[in-house]
């Protein structure tokens, strides 16, 4: 059973619009959760994370948002750039240490 | 040095065949962990050490071996493998041991990954 879901697996933006990427959780006890980027024959990357003691944490472009009630987050990416075309992953944990779970991942492409 | 570097980055080997997987990182972190990555699916953790122990073992065959000779390498022996664990295996690390959270946003636990090894078994 998939605690942490990306139900999108692909999406497609244009150039300087704004992208948004969904995950949704089952786990309660998860209280951190992070986004990494993967381009083609690289690892991941990591990109932004928050924890649940917040509902919003912001850098640059990136923006994740966190609804813990709904089990929901999301990164918004404003102005999408072609280098923003990759595969993004959702992640989560738990505090006390238990493994970071992974989503199956949702393919952006930045369209010119 | 920011970089986690894994070699070799492709193998193919047969299934009677030894080989291993190797990981270096020079960032000072205190936990590595090996992934298994198939295509169109999420990476999936394999094991976890932390200050050179082994935290877990996600009940993986005894065909993978880890090894972590100190706190900059952890190895993956190979024998024995199947076609079905033909994947990219990906090697990570983090700044603390694995049950060492200094805060949520302390980012203690933020994984910087290598760029894999992509492993065919014929």
């Known amino acids: 059973d998939q605690q942490v879901k990306q139900n999108s697996p692909s999406l497609s933006v244009q150039e300087g619009r704004i992208s948004i990427l969904n995950c949704d959780y089952t786990?309660?006890?998860?209280?951190?959760f992070l986004w990494y980027k993967k381009y083609p024959a690289e690892g991941p990357t990591f990109l932004i994370s928050?924890?649940?003691?917040?509902d919003k944490n912001e850098d640059g472009r990136f923006t994740v948002f966190l609804n813990k009630s709904a089990k929901h987050l999301s990164l918004h990416i404003v102005p999408s750039q072609p280098g923003d075309s990759a595969v993004y992953f959702c992640a989560a944990s738990a505090l006390r240490g238990d493994k970071i779970i992974f989503g199956k991942g949702t393919r952006l492409h930045i369209l010119p | 040095d920011t970089e986690v570097t894994q070699t070799p980055k492709h193998l193919v080997m047969g299934m009677t065949n030894k080989k291993s997987l190797k990981c270096e990182q020079h960032?000072?972190?205190?936990?590595m962990y090996w992934y298994k990555q198939k295509a169109k699916k999420p990476p999936e953790l394999m094991f976890v050490?932390?200050?050179?122990?082994?935290?877990i073992n996600e009940s993986v065959p005894s065909r993978f071996s880890p090894e972590c000779p100190n706190s900059s390498l952890l190895n993956l022996h190979l024998h024995a493998l199947q076609p079905e664990d033909s994947a990219l295996y990906l090697c990570a690390s983090s700044p603390s041991g694995y049950s060492g959270r200094a805060g949520p946003d302390s980012g203690a636990n933020v994984l910087t990954f290598g760029a894999g090894s992509r492993l065919t078994v014929l």
């Open positions: 786990n309660s006890m998860f209280d951190y």
């Open positions: 960032m000072g972190h205190r936990a």
């Open positions: 050490y932390s200050y050179e122990k082994l935290s």
């Open positions: 928050i924890s649940s003691i917040k």
